[in-house]
């Protein structure tokens, strides 16, 4: 099992993932397609997840070490899963299992047929996205505000608002905004999803509208990644 001092390394989200502490996941079994509702309450990127089971009468198929299962959990709409092993778990204090991490989600197909051979890697979304640290500029409603773009695509991007910007200007899901990336790029969008992020901001996800070829081109100037 991992050690204690393991988790002072632990993170409070895994956004390759679309999960984030204190989020409710299911954790099904390949074998027997049982399935326990259960808590995230830790995580080490790239390693493991830690789980709490929220109820008492589930299978002690759940015990075995190894133990093929399927994690999913609901983000902005959408039905995220991916394939993983159990790596230990302990009942007391608490019922705590620690599952493998995976790099990456599975289509919403390989995970209902739960078998750890055939699960493929596929990608959820429509463009590749990118982790980046880009300071813009956030209008709407004639006011402009600044925020910090931290993953990015040709379809949308993740900002991170503080949270006396984010209450201040009060930003919902379709809430119409452009974002401000220098002076000769700017890109109309629309908000999709809100979430609290850490102790004193919040992710707000944008879905570019009406983005044309040219304004693409300059995009992928500033972010060549993209490319």
Do not use: W
């Amino acid at each position: 099992m991992p050690e204690s001092r393991d988790l002072l390394g632990a993170t409070s989200c895994c956004p390759e993932l679309f999960i984030e502490i204190g989020m409710q996941l299911i954790m099904k079994s390949c074998s027997t397609n049982e399935s326990v509702t259960c808590e995230l309450i830790g995580m080490r990127c790239g390693e493991y997840l830690i789980l709490r089971i929220q109820k008492d009468d589930y299978s002690d198929e759940f015990h075995t070490k190894g133990k093929p299962i399927t994690v999913t959990n609901t983000y902005a709409g959408c039905v995220f899963g991916f394939s993983s092993r159990i790596i230990q778990h302990i009942s007391l204090p608490d019922k705590l299992f620690f599952v493998e991490y995976r790099q990456s989600l599975e289509s919403q197909e390989a995970v209902r047929d739960c078998s750890v051979s055939v699960l493929r890697n596929c990608n959820m979304r429509s463009s590749k996205r990118i982790d980046c640290f880009v300071p813009v500029h956030l209008s709407s409603g004639g006011t402009v505000f600044e925020a910090k773009v931290d993953n990015i695509s040709t379809t949308g991007c993740r900002c991170l608002v503080a949270d006396d910007v984010f209450n201040h200007n009060n930003i919902e899901v379709h809430t119409l905004i452009t974002i401000q990336f220098s002076n000769t790029l700017s890109i109309d969008g629309k908000v999709s999803v809100v979430r609290r992020q850490f102790l004193h901001s919040h992710h707000v996800g944008i879905s570019f509208t009406n983005i044309d070829d040219d304004t693409k081109r300059k995009l992928m100037e500033l972010i060549p990644s993209l490319a």
